[in-house]
């Protein structure tokens, strides 16, 4: 009997070990959706951009042997989701529609994180005559399909009462829909923040964008788990997210805004043409990661209104999407509770 | 449905010998497909598999009635059959001449048919970037992509189909003193119909190719562009109403293809 | 009918020279706009940039084992469905008309499918390229068991052969030549497939790769550089397939 328990004591011990390192992953695989110019794998825009820019999980799960994988999608929102269908990814950003198509099309993520407000923008050849969209109807448009520029065109178009119908619809990836608009091969083209590049190449004009109305029209970011990770290991994602909010407490100083744009110039967009961009806008408030009533209200707005341009088909429960345990306690732990406005469900500054 | 062997009155075969007459080939051509949604309809009620990655049938069906229903269908359609249309006839109106004089002289032979064959060595989508670059991405390069596509099966197997003729042949007609065109109407012809349609057949297979590859790429509207369309929103049920479509295309030009071919072998053979 | 040897015939080259002396020509007259028709040394340059650091065998590397691999998975695949069908006349009535629909899909059709299927890396690749591979093998394996002439059957009859050895000694031989054509179709039809493949599945290292960079950077040398590789690939393919057809009909013609 005790000779028994002296091959099996080894034996739990061993067993006892590799149930704890179970308790970590070998590898956590983030994806984002945003690739710099010629397809380098350097996003822009947020503060998850700039902890990839700066490896900062790298450094973070450094000396738990953690391997981190960083997957840069050129084919956007739609691409991260194709990997997020197969189980390829663990935490990923995506923009508003994409997202909401993932989640309402069964894919099972939970939403962590804000991540800003971001511009469209509606770009034509600089020889061209066209003013205004009335002025483009029937001609070629270039758009992105599946992708949060695509729904933040739609709803500028119901504005104006015009459909995706009234023109002709091309989806194109940002190098390609680029390089259409250089030879004039498409008459416009709806694309985001690398907008001013093409402007300042002297490529293309601004016709309309959403700067003035951002809250209401631009596309809102979001920091998702896969919720199959975020169940086995949410001491990990507490972790990811700490990191994150460090990061978003950073990129929202004020002082550090020149380093912010730096970073994301990383990409190979011209640091002038992204400080267009954000010109005139509350960077704080465009970083801030909280999960608030006027946030969580622009999702349900976003979700019904996709749903109205059948461009989603489905509904997305926010209740049961969201997470905002990890936001809260990182909040404590990085001592930002009150760092960022909280604004209620009209847009008016609560608490 | 047994066979009572048709001759049972003639032999002494007992009456219990008997097997199940097999089931007319109709029948059993659609075995295959109803088990095959049977488990796809299985496979959604059991879990196996969620209901975005497999969408139910009834949803395929669905959406297919809405597009019909709204004409998006008939307008997709129409454009990518026109493309088709336009880029088949194109290719015939190179690939034919081409065939024919590559096949009558080995002259044209040795100068063109090398080059030919190098240039066909490239598929139609390695020419894609090239052509964009060219010519942009208005039907013309649909068109074009869609001839390219037709012109080599077209003019490899009208070449061959010359290539075959017996020598005798052109000796009877030589004999006959008939006259070159006579030659051509007559005898030519009729000979390189087999061959034309084996070439049409495979023209026809990649013209539908090279438009659903040309479509995914930079089109707005047609059949690939709303296979994008699905693609990139995520709708599987659009993304099968597609192939289902595009299935029904190549069925029915293939069957109308096969009639077509009858005939006109059967104007053949009794014109011999 | 003569097989003439083209390459050895001068002027087979005669209109390939004059393309190319027209080309070399209108760049140095500044004839074309340089960025729509670069000069032939550019490209050439390019050719040799790419040599150098490496990417064109990276390229070929990765382009070469996908194919290689979609081309066994679909060939093996299809090979056993054909044998099956070969063999047995329901299994022919069963699955042919399933199985011809199937064929009358437009290749390109099934990318969007297999990329919400499998995503966009390697597997969905090469599952694509194995479809390629897949229809030839199992029509000519099944044509060639199919046609295993009456009289060998009688043979292995009146051999008394058991089962294993009427297919190793009878059957295969007998449809090799026939299995060999489709496997030779495969060897084209996955290479198409592969270009198919690395074009709209992105990501990865592939010989497809400076033609679509080339479009996206307004490149006309790398696009035309990556057009020439696929050609030479292309060249290499066909005169494998020819060299296995032509070993094909020597085993037929020594039935």
């Known amino acids: 009997m005790k000779n028994v328990l002296k091959t099996l004591a080894p034996l739990a011990l061993l067993l006892s070990l590799g149930a704890q390192a179970a308790e970590n992953p070998t590898v956590i695989r983030f994806g984002s959706p945003i690739v710099g110019t010629g397809n380098r794998p350097v996003a822009y825009g947020s503060y998850y ?24 999608f050129k084919g956007a929102g739609p691409a991260v989701n194709e990997a997020v269908a197969n189980n390829l990814l663990d935490i990923t950003w995506e923009g508003d529609l994409p997202a909401l198509i993932g989640k309402a099309g069964g894919l099972n993520t939970r939403l962590i994180l804000a991540s800003g407000f971001l511009n469209t923008y509606l770009l034509v050849p600089s020889n061209s005559t066209a003013e205004t969209l009335e002025d483009l109807k029937g001609k070629k448009v270039a758009v992105f399909k599946g992708t949060a520029p695509q729904l933040s065109a739609a709803k500028i178009l119901a504005e104006h009462n015009l459909k995706e119908r009234d023109f002709r619809t091309i989806s194109m990836d940002g190098n390609t829909a680029t390089a259409a608009l250089t030879t004039g091969d498409v008459d416009a083209i709806w694309t985001g923040s690398s907008a001013y590049q093409l402007v300042d190449r002297g490529v293309g004009k601004i016709v309309l964008d959403t700067r003035a109305r951002s809250y209401e029209l631009a596309s809102q970011g979001f920091v998702l788990a896969n919720e199959q990770f975020e169940q086995k290991y949410p001491h990990i994602v507490q972790r990811i997210v700490n990191v994150l909010v460090k990061e978003a407490v950073w990129s929202s100083e004020a002082a550090n805004k020149s380093k912010v744009l730096q ?63 990890y936001l809260q306690q990182a909040l404590k732990e990085v001592g930002a509770e009150h760092y960022w406005t909280t604004y209620n469900a009209q847009g008016q500054p609560q608490g | 449905m047994t066979t009572l062997t048709s001759t049972s009155a003639l032999t002494s075969r007992p009456l219990w010998r008997w097997r199940p007459a097999p089931l007319p080939k109709v029948v059993l051509a659609f075995i295959l497909p109803i088990t095959l949604l049977a488990l796809w309809q299985l496979a959604l009620q059991q879990g196996w598999a969620s209901p975005h990655i497999l969408p139910p049938p009834q949803k395929v069906l669905q959406r297919l009635w809405a597009l019909a229903q709204s004409g998006d269908l008939s307008f997709h359609l129409l454009t990518s059959l026109t493309r088709v249309g336009w880029g088949f006839l194109f290719g015939l109106l190179i690939g034919i001449p081409l065939g024919v004089v590559m096949g009558l002289s080995r002259t044209a032979e040795s100068y063109l048919m090398p080059t030919f064959k190098a240039l066909s060595l490239i598929p139609p989508l390695g020419w894609i970037p090239l052509l964009i670059l060219l010519v942009g991405i208005e039907e013309a390069l649909k068109i074009i992509v869609i001839s390219k596509a037709v012109v080599t099966p077209i003019t490899l197997n009208i070449f061959k189909g010359i290539r075959i003729i017996p020598a005798g042949f052109f000796e009877v007609a030589k004999v006959n003193r008939l006259s070159g065109w006579q030659t051509f109407h007559r005898l030519i012809l009729p000979a390189t119909v087999p061959s034309l349609f084996t070439g049409v057949r495979y023209g026809l297979s990649n013209a539908w190719m090279a438009l659903v590859a040309v479509e995914l790429l930079a089109a707005s509207e047609g059949i690939g562009y709303l296979l994008v369309w699905g693609r990139q929103l995520f709708q599987l049920d659009l993304v099968m109403a597609c192939i289902v479509i595009i299935g029904l295309l190549g069925l029915s030009c293939d069957a109308l293809l096969a009639r077509t071919e009858q005939r006109l072998l059967n104007w053949r053979r009794s014109a011999y | 009918m003569a097989t003439t040897r083209h390459h050895l015939d001068p002027r087979a080259w005669a209109l390939p020279a004059l393309l190319v002396g027209l080309w070399a020509l209108s760049s140095y007259l500044g004839w074309a706009n340089p960025d729509l028709l670069p000069s032939p040394l550019l490209v050439l340059d390019t050719a040799y940039a790419h040599w150098q650091s490496g990417e064109l065998t990276t390229g070929l590397q990765a382009s070469l084992i996908r194919d290689l691999s979609g081309f066994v998975a679909g060939s093996l695949v299809g090979f056993g469905l054909g044998a099956l069908l070969g063999v047995s006349r329901l299994a022919e009535n069963l699955v042919t008309p399933t199985f011809n629909t199937f064929k009358q899909i437009a290749f390109f059709a099934w990318i969007p499918l297999l990329s919400m299927w499998f995503g966009q890396g390697e597997l ?132």
């Open chain 1, 263 to 325: 970073l994301w110039a990383k990409s190979g967009i011209p640091y002038s043409s992204l400080a267009r961009d954000i010109e005139g806008i509350d960077l704080k408030r465009a970083q801030s990661p909280l999960l608030d009533p006027f946030f969580l209200a622009n999702i349900k707005r976003n979700a019904e209104q996709a749903k109205k341009l059948n461009l989603l088909l489905g509904d997305v429960n926010i209740d049961e999407w969201q997470k905002p345990d």
């Open chain 3, 124 to 255: 969905a690749k090469i599952i694509l390229i194995s479809m390629a591979a897949f229809i030839p093998v199992t029509l000519n394996t099944f044509e060639g068991i199919r046609s295993v002439s009456r009289e060998l059957a009688e043979v292995s009859q009146v051999l008394a052969l058991n089962r294993r050895q009427i297919w190793l000694k009878l059957i295969l031989p007998s449809a090799a030549p026939q299995i060999f054509t489709g496997l030779t179709l495969a060897l084209i039809y996955s290479w198409l497939a592969t270009i198919g493949a690395e074009y709209f599945l992105s990501a990865g290292a592939g010989v497809t790769n400076p033609m679509l960079d080339g479009r996206e950077q307004f490149d006309m040398a790398l696009v035309i550089y990556g057009m020439l590789v696929i050609a030479l690939l292309g060249a290499l393919f066909n005169a494998i397939a020819v060299h296995l057809e032509r070993r094909a009909q020597r085993w037929r013609s020594h039935l």
């Open chain 1, 49 to 72: 951009a700039t902890a990839q820019t700066k490896a900062l999980f790298e450094q973070e799960f450094k000396k738990d042997g953690i391997r981190v994988e960083w997957n840069n």
